[in-house]
Every structure is written in structure tokens, then in C-alpha cells.
């Protein structure tokens, strides 16, 4: 396969992450701006590999079980991941909360892992899935983290939405919070991208100073209303950040 067919099947692939629903040819071809002819090419060599597989009606694809190949060597290579798991895990038994694992990717963040509290045991992990990284507290402890150059390159990239009544609707607004996260060392978000959660974070920072990702405790907005418990969930988490920083 030549690069730009790669490039292009590669495409075909991430077109599925702007849709819940199956997808057929035409849809690929409207959402990646290319010709069905194009698109049809990708999808045959995609769906040969395993890597798009047809829902009964025959005319629409979904994700193949084939891409779990390339998710799983990367994990089981990621050695952020590895160091990071066992203070998430201590994370969420202690405070009874969720605690996720992100890292940036462009102007959004990525879900690499979550442990789930006790209440939420049996919801679906979010592995892979983003959000703007403005409008986040694992974003934000990110940016902050980061050099001025390095932030303003992602902020002036980024697009900002109301996801939620109570998002950030200005780079003022968003400029606030980050100073706010550099002020205390960790950042805190409330129904700003769901209603009724809200969430600390603390970013990870290697040994060779560069922003590794983010590490954020969750639940539901009253666990972090009080403003001694919220301190507190964003010093351990703080504290956590640390930790793994020095090994990775």
C-alpha cells in the first residue's frame, strides 16, 4: 500500500470517530471530503484486513475487530500507562471516586484508562474517547504544565463550544482557569463538559520535563462542592502526578 493510500484508509478509519452510527460509503466520502470512488478503494482494502466489517444490511461498516490489534500493542507497550495504573487504582479506593488517565493529542484529550468507583463498576469504559483539552481539568493541568510557546500553539488551535450551560465560552475565561491550576498545582472543572460531574486533575511531568499527560479523580459534582474535600482530592492527586512523573 502506497503512503497515500495509507493515508487515506487511515483516514476512512478515524471518519468513524465523528459518528455513533455505521457508516456507508457515501457518509465516509461527505464526512472526509473525498469521492465515493476514493473512499470505496479504502473500504474494500480496510474490510479485507478486518479492519471494517459490514452490518447485516450489507451496505453499511462499522470498526472491525482488527483494530483492536494495533490498541493493544500500544498499551502493552506504554510505559506511562504501566506506571501510572497502580496510583489510579489506590486513587480511586481511597476516595471512593473514578480516577482516569489521559494524555493530549492535538487540542484534545485522550482517555488512556479508567478506574471505575464502586458505583460505576459496571459502565463502559471510555478508552479512546476525547474532549477539548480548554474545556477539561486534565486539559488544563496539561496546558498549565506546559511551556508558554507549546500552550498557546493548542489554545489558538482550539475551537471553543459550550458542550454544557456551564463551559468556558471565552479564551479569557479559559486563560483564568489555567493560571488558576499553575496557582494551587492541580485543576478542577465542574458540569463543563457533563452535567451533575465534576473532576480534579494533575499533570504528569517525566523526569525529562516534558508534560507526559494527566491524571484526574471524578464524580459527582456534590463530592466536590466542599471546598476542604476539593482541596484535598487535588493535593493527592497533585501528589500522585508526582510520583509518577519520576518514573516515567
Not at 34 to 51: A, K
Not at 109 to 125: A, G
Not at 204 to 214: D, E, I, L, P, T
Request: net charge neutral.
Amino acid at each position: 500500500m502506497s503512503s497515500n493510500a495509507l493515508q487515506k484508509a487511515l483516514e476512512v478509519l478515524e471518519a468513524f470517530q465523528k459518528s455513533p452510527d455505521s457508516l456507508s460509503v457515501k457518509d465516509v466520502a461527505a464526512l472526509n471530503h473525498e469521492t465515493q470512488s476514493s473512499v470505496q478503494r479504502s473500504i474494500y482494502t480496510l474490510e479485507t484486513l478486518g479492519y471494517l466489517e459490514r452490518e447485516e444490511a450489507g451496505k453499511r461498516y462499522v470498526p472491525g475487530r482488527a483494530c483492536l490489534r494495533p490498541v493493544y500493542g500500544y498499551l502493552r507497550n506504554n510505559r506511562f500507562l504501566e506506571t501510572a495504573t497502580p496510583y489510579l487504582i489506590d486513587l480511586s479506593e481511597r476516595f471512593a471516586t473514578r480516577a482516569d488517565l489521559t494524555v493530549l493529542d492535538g487540542t484534545e484529550i485522550v482517555y488512556l484508562s479508567r478506574i471505575p468507583s464502586r458505583d460505576e463498576l459496571l459502565n463502559l469504559s471510555p478508552l479512546g474517547r476525547r474532549w477539548p483539552a480548554i474545556q477539561t481539568a486534565s486539559g488544563r493541568a496539561i496546558l498549565a504544565a506546559m511551556d508558554d510557546e507549546e500552550r498557546e500553539k493548542v489554545i489558538a488551535c482550539s475551537k471553543i463550544r459550550q458542550i454544557t450551560p456551564r463551559s468556558l465560552t471565552t479564551k479569557e475565561q479559559i486563560y483564568t482557569a489555567i493560571n488558576k491550576t499553575r496557582e494551587v498545582g492541580y485543576a478542577y472543572q465542574s458540569e463543563e463538559v457533563l452535567i451533575g460531574a465534576a473532576s480534579v486533575g494533575a499533570a504528569v511531568v517525566g523526569s525529562n520535563g516534558k508534560v507526559q499527560g494527566a491524571i484526574i479523580v471524578g464524580g459527582p459534582t456534590e463530592t466536590f462542592n466542599d471546598p476542604d474535600k476539593r482541596h484535598a482530592l487535588g493535593n493527592a492527586v497533585k501528589q500522585a502526578a508526582q510520583a509518577i512523573g519520576a518514573y516515567v
